[in-house]
């Protein structure tokens, strides 16, 4: 895989090389001078913005932890994430299937309204929405922030799975009919199982909107014991005063589990768009 | 895999699914309140407890929990705009919380104007008022009403100086804005900058120095004409004010980028020797006993902007009651409840708070005998500062928070050359004329 | 095809979840903000019906107008330049012209993983009057008023967002490209090489027009994102210096939440999603040509 192709003129391999060397320096050298300044304290960054740290030490961390809460922030991050991922790929396979394989003339509306929701800003919903979770006693409570999740994922997520399931043979289908399965069963047993590759880019699409995601824990939350990463980092840039030494520590905390996550899950996004997403 | 055997793998697997989910689902529903007898007040507060700004404060809370242990609170905080964007989303749904921060300014008019907060005249009595710096007690609405007991004066102009460079320099805190003037070349010639002063934001040079110059232009007696229309923002002492700003770019008196820094940056720009003046507010001193070496505090001069040729006053700043606490109306149909909420007000702003907070760095609105106090340099500059300057209107204070969108942006648009002070003054007067409802009278 | 008598129930037990939690958490509310968009509202209380008057005030100010502009030039970096770039970016690992590709891969994908607030605030620790890219440039010009004026400017203060932009983006579009670009039999492209094609040859007449469905897709999303781009840019400039920098999203944002005009915002909010349907019409049509075309 990482044979190199010989067979290219020079003036394309240098013009690659410098271009993504390029590429590459301005995506690391912020992220490390964000890293070892997270290792410095305020007046240390104040003084010296540049410099490596002179005594690197831990207490930004220690701090940005235990004043930003950032133990429970970062277990409702996890959950928030997870948990709107895991429905938003369930619902939207299921949707999916249902809108390519039933050949119901109704569907391409039902699509319609789903494509619409690309378009459709949580800033635009925010307030409706809080007034209308107020009212049926969801505000403050975690399913009050996992529907919203969901129901943001779905547009994309609805658009990928049905143009993959879509291309799946209608004789696979068949057979299972014939073979007296219902169509539950068929979803379960056959759309879920060969669709696992879109299965892969929906999650990962989702999970990391859902991960870095503000507005909605911020507004539909009230108590520190609800809020995510995205939250608590918030509060460190504070009103009047920054504390940048913490700030940095608080960023760092919340990107590396985005960076792990990627890096593990590398393979799937590739595959996952690969194998025929995004075919109209 | 037998049939048999694939059923019981499922119905496993079931059973554990249910059990995540429902696990989850209760996970999902968040914490219920603990009922144990005690008074329970929910909070809303513009404050992060994180910061150490805010440490005086956290101790106040600390204190009042030992001396009141049967009232209790389920505290949330928030800061900058996004407070006001869930504040606001509260306030339409009419889930407000017990006690919550509550301006004097227009700032969150949108509890006050809609009668959400509780008038406190009723509740407070003479001997508790008088013990106050009289400024704190200025009306809040129009017929009068106190909504908020201010914990402290938030002083929004002061010309901080860093005395060891000018007696590097063999210069002095100017006499004259001429003189300022006249400073510059010197100033910049020796490597340093003139004045920090960040305006990335965009309220700053309003809040900070426009005020103040306007203020100084004008007075107070103009500043109460044009509010309700019988004196125009096209008039010479507001023209005239904005026409300064101007000058102070057009002669290189701010350091390069005013309009790229923030606030925080240009303090940093202060600290690290760069720059000889940082025109911030008064509550900056606090930052500055907690961030800087001692013998750079010992070297920071607090004045005010010099004196202007054609002025009505001389020596002036502005100051707005800050931000302090209101509490629910709906609090006057239970007793219980609006008794802790006024027993909370009155600690946390009366002498025994005020106490507290003193000792980290604020200057409370509560009088106090400052002599039994061991406190920092800059903080007792900073009280003598409030003893001894008289005080003008800040801005955006007693204006519509809408016409700060057309003013702010104009400034900056002014400062970078593409809109001259007559513009920016006729802009907003339009403006303040149909929308301001100073103007429209409600 | 399938035939059977519990197909209705079915079809209905399968995108129910879906369509309920999406039309009553999206569609709901915003066709509530469609009625708002009508009326007058101060300080969160209803103040009247008034009509079309909230959507001509809009149109009829400067700032928003403005704001559409800066929109504009999103879409057009995202379609332009996101688009292409991660054309480009995609083949030069498709075809191994480095080593390392799958190093360079994370590296373009790392930007999307971090959060536009996370982006915004190292930006300006680098490029702000004390960051340390102008630090940097004080010492090397020897001026020490140095500041980088293009975030000053009224026409290019644009540019830094878009390059963020740009940056940031372009590995979503890249992954897309490249996962599909593998779809392509090796075959076809090995023939090419014997019949002499050159490296850009292939790129414009082979892969190109095999992707132009990813490409369509691509441009749909590049559409709606840009129309309704918030996070970066508020997080950036907040839309200033003055309205240099103002989007859609950040005049919506200010209506409704700093001046508390909600029928106002609401209108505003009606307006980018009419925006982005005409849009993205538009962009159907223009692609159902190219198909007819080239078939």
Redesign the interface.
Same mark, same amino acid.
């Given at each position: 895989m990482q044979k190199l192709n010989r067979d290219i003129s020079a003036g394309w391999r240098l013009f690659a090389y410098v271009f993504l060397i390029f590429f590459t320096l301005i995506t690391l050298m912020p992220l490390l001078w964000m890293l070892y300044s997270s290792f410095k304290l305020q007046g240390e960054i104040m003084m010296y913005p540049l410099a490596l740290p002179k005594e690197p030490t831990f207490k930004n961390y220690q701090d940005a932890w235990s004043i930003g809460h950032m133990g429970i922030a970062a277990i409702n991050s996890i959950l928030y994430t997870g948990i709107g991922t895991f429905f938003t790929v369930l619902f939207s396979l299921a949707a999916g299937f249902a809108l390519t394989k039933f050949n119901y003339a109704s569907a391409k509306w039902y699509y319609a309204a789903f494509t619409l929701g690309l378009l459709i800003t949580v800033n635009s919903v925010i307030a409706p929405l809080f007034i209308m979770e107020t009212r049926m006693g969801l505000y403050d409570t975690r399913i009050g922030v996992i529907l919203p999740y969901i129901a943001f994922g779905l547009p994309m997520a609805v658009l990928l799975a049905t143009s993959y399931i879509r291309g799946i043979p209608d004789s696979l289908i068949e057979a299972a009919v014939i073979d007296g399965a219902s169509y539950i069963q068929i979803f379960l047993k056959v759309i879920i199982i060969v669709s696992t590759p879109v299965m892969a880019t929906i999650t990962v699409l989702t999970f990391l909107r859902n991960w870095n995601e503000f507005i909605l824990v911020f507004i539909l939350t009230s108590g520190e014991h609800m809020r995510s990463l995205p939250v608590s980092i918030n509060a460190f840039a504070g009103r009047l005063n920054v504390n940048y030494g913490m700030q940095f520590a608080a960023l760092v905390i919340g990107t590396i589990p985005m960076i792990l996550f990627y890096i593990g899950a590398h393979n799937m996004v590739i595959k996952g768009f690969g194998e025929g997403a995004l075919k109209e | 895999m037998t049939e048999t055997a694939r059923k019981r793998v499922r119905s496993l697997a079931l059973a554990g699914l249910i059990l995540l989910l429902s696990s989850t689902l209760a996970w999902a529903g968040g914490d219920q309140e603990k009922g144990n007898g005690k008074i329970v007040l929910s909070t809303y507060f513009q404050i992060d407890p994180a910061n150490p700004q805010y440490e005086g404060h956290n101790e106040v809370m600390k204190a009042f929990a030992a001396a009141h242990p049967e009232i209790e609170f389920k505290h949330e905080y928030a800061t900058g705009e996004s407070f006001h964007q869930k504040f606001q989303a509260m306030a339409a749904s009419g889930r407000m919380p017990d006690v919550f921060t509550t301006y004097v300014g227009k700032r969150t008019a949108y509890i006050t104007e809609t009668g959400k907060v509780l008038d406190l005249r009723a509740y407070l009595d003479d001997a508790f008022m008088k013990s106050f710096n009289p400024a704190a007690w200025e009306a809040q609405g129009s017929e009068g009403e106190i909504y908020t007991i201010p914990p402290s004066m938030a002083v929004c102009h002061v010309m901080y100086a860093n005395t060891k460079i000018l007696n590097e320099l063999g210069l002095s805190f100017p006499k004259s804005y001429k003189e300022l003037l006249s400073q510059v070349d010197t100033i910049k010639k020796a490597g340093y900058y003139p004045v920090s002063l960040g305006n990335k934001d965009q309220w700053p040079v309003n809040s900070w120095l426009l005020s103040a110059l306007v203020d100084r232009m004008g007075g107070k007696e103009w500043f109460q004409k044009a509010m309700v229309g019988k004196a125009s923002f096209t008039d010479e002492p507001f023209v005239r004010s904005l026409e300064i700003v101007k000058e102070m770019v057009d002669k290189g008196v701010f350091s390069p980028g005013v309009n790229q820094m923030s606030n925080t940056e240009a303090d940093q720009e202060f600290y690290q020797g760069k720059s000889v003046y940082l025109i911030d507010a008064g509550w900056r001193t606090s930052a500055m006993t907690t961030s800087l070496p001692q013998d750079f505090q010992n070297a920071v001069y607090m004045g005010v902007f010099p004196e202007i040729a054609g002025a009505v006053d001389h020596g002036t700043s502005v100051a707005v009651p800050s931000e302090g606490f209101g509490i629910n109306k709906e609090l006057a149909d239970d007793p219980a409840k609006l008794e802790a909420a006024l027993t909370f007000l009155k600690f946390y702003n009366g002498p025994e708070g005020a106490a507290i907070r003193l000792k980290y760095g604020e200057i409370p609105t509560c009088k106090l005998d400052y002599s039994q106090y061991d406190l920092p340099r800059l903080q007792i500059a900073y009280a003598d500062f409030q003893e001894n300057t008289p005080m003008g209107y800040v801005i955006d204070a007693k204006m519509d928070g809408e016409g700060m969108g057309v003013l702010n942006p104009s400034i900056q648009a002014m400062m970078f050359g593409n809109m001259t002070p007559k513009e920016v003054a006729e802009k907003y007067e339009a403006w303040v004329k149909e929308n301001d409802s100073n103007r429209l009278g409600n | 095809?399938?035939e059977?008598k519990?197909?209705k129930l079915? /079809?209905?037990?399968?995108?129910l979840?879906?369509?309920l939690?999406?039309?009553?958490?999206?569609?709901? $509310?915003?066709g509530? *903000?469609t009625l708002l968009s009508f009326t007058k509202w101060k300080?969160?209380?209803l103040v009247g019906f008034i009509g079309v008057k909230n959507y001509i005030s809009i149109f009829t100010d400067p700032e928003f107008l403005q704001a559409l502009w800066h929109n504009i030039q999103i879409m057009l970096i995202s379609i332009l330049g996101q688009i292409p770039l991660g054309i480009l970016?995609a083949y030069?690992l498709y075809?191994?012209?480095?080593?390392?590709?799958?190093f360079?891969? @994370? @590296?373009?994908?790392? $930007?999307?993983?971090?959060?536009?607030?996370?982006v915004a605030?190292?930006?300006?620790?680098?490029f *702000?009057?004390?960051?340390?890219f102008?630090?940097f440039m004080r010492m090397i010009t020897d001026n $020490?008023?140095?500041?980088?004026t293009i975030?000053?400017s009224?026409q290019w203060a644009m540019i830094p967002i878009l390059f963020v932009l740009l940056?940031m983006h372009t590995s979503l579009y890249m992954?897309?490209f490249?996962?599909?670009m593998?779809?392509i039999p090796q075959s076809v492209i090995e023939a090419a090489?014997i019949d002499g094609a050159s490296?850009s040859a292939i790129l414009t007449r082979i892969v190109i027009p095999a992707l132009a469905?990813?490409i /369509?897709?691509?441009s749909?999303?590049a559409i *709606?994102g840009s129309?309704?781009s /918030?996070?970066l840019v508020y997080a950036m400039t907040?839309g200033? $210096?003055?309205?240099y920098t103002s989007v859609m999203?950040i005049y919506?944002?200010?209506h409704?939440?700093?001046?508390?005009?909600?029928g106002y915002? *609401?209108a505003?909010?009606v307006i980018?999603?009419i925006l982005?349907?005409g849009l993205?019409t538009l962009s159907r049509s223009l692609y159902g040509r190219y198909q007819k075309k080239y078939e």
């Open positions: - | - | 095809m399938i059977s519990d197909k079915s /079809f209905f037990i399968l995108l979840p879906a369509l939690i999406y039309l009553s958490i999206i569609i709901f $509310p915003i509530v *903000s300080n969160f209380a970016l030069l075809r191994k012209l480095v080593r390392a590709t799958r360079f891969e @994370m @590296m373009i994908f790392l $930007p999307i993983t971090i959060s536009a607030v996370v605030l190292l930006w300006n620790r680098i *702000s009057p004390v960051g340390i102008t630090i $020490p008023d140095y500041v980088v975030f000053e009224p940056w992954v897309m490249l996962a599909n593998q779809r090489k490296e469905n990813v /369509f897709t691509s749909i999303f *709606s129309l309704k /918030f996070d907040g200033g $210096p003055v309205n999203s919506l944002y200010k409704t939440f700093t001046y508390n005009n909600y915002g *609401s505003v909010s980018i999603v982005s349907v993205i």
